[in-house]
């Protein structure tokens, strides 16, 4: 049985001071949540947010990471400073990195493998554009973010990944794929996983739905099969919005 996992990505938003404000609120909110829960401010964040969580029942999420261990790279943040502010979980290839910072699947890969070797776990998203979709491509391109984030990673270091499907399309915009859609691109995700490396793996794979996820929406997507939890944006910045989905009753 794949343990529930639901996930807030604060983007861009919140200082330190807010961002502290908001997860003391949450602290106390998801004290008796069963789920497994992560928040994840801005990098400049991290540091009064990781004071907070810690101890709790909360996980340190980061939202991006260098794809390199250390050295003279301006503006970018090493896997080593993540450890060492107490982040459990990166967020990779996210559509906003892939899109609007051209991340390839290649450097995402690079990413994945460097947080996984140092212990970091890893929520590794991907998901169509509208255009793929409307050409017919959406499970070939889910299939291949799939394949290429997760080259080279072993089976006994896939038990710290989440894979997170986002249609480009649902992120912030208020559309939602159906449940039955979403579903659907979630099971192509596990045949993929069962495909690299075995049944067992894919039956154990946490599959989060994101793109739009709200209180209203969130019942009906996590009652499928195949999605295991979520990943929410703006929802999660958010108590009285992002308590109800964390608390949904599977
Ligand atoms: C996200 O940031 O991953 C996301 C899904 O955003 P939103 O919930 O706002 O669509």
Redesign the pocket.
């Known amino acids: 049985m794949r343990k529930t996992f639901i996930a807030g990505?604060w983007?861009m938003y919140k200082t330190p001071a807010e961002a502290r404000a908001l997860a003391e609120e949450l602290k106390s909110a998801l004290k008796g949540c069963k789920h497994k829960v992560l928040i994840a401010p801005s990098f400049t964040a991290l540091d009064a947010v990781s004071s907070v969580v810690k101890g709790s029942n909360i996980l340190l999420g980061a939202q991006n990471m260098s794809n390199v261990e250390e050295g003279a790279h301006t503006g970018e943040t090493s896997v080593l400073m993540l450890k060492a502010i107490g982040v459990d979980v990166v967020i990779l290839g996210?559509s906003e990195r892939r899109h609007v910072y051209g991340e390839t699947n290649e450097v995402i890969n690079q990413k994945v493998k460097l947080a996984l070797s140092h212990g970091l776990e890893v929520i590794l998203c991907i998901g169509e554009t509208l255009e793929e979709r409307e050409a017919g491509r959406a499970e070939e391109v889910v299939k291949k973010q799939t394949e290429a984030g997760l080259k080279g990673v072993s089976e006994d270091q896939l038990k710290d990944v989440t894979i997170a499907y986002?249609p480009v399309w649902?992120?912030?915009?208020g559309k939602t794929a159906t449940p039955e859609d979403a579903d659907q691109i979630h099971q192509v995700t596990r045949d993929t996983v069962k495909n690299i490396y075995s049944a067992d793996a894919a039956e154990a794979m946490v599959i989060q739905y994101?793109?739009?996820?709200k209180p209203e929406n969130a019942a009906q997507l996590m009652s499928m099969d195949n999605i295991d939890g979520a990943?929410?944006?703006?929802?999660s910045l958010k108590v009285d919005l992002f308590l109800p989905i964390a608390e949904y009753d599977k």
């Open positions: 990505n983007k996210h986002e649902a992120i912030g915009t994101g793109g739009s996820v990943l929410v944006g703006g929802a």
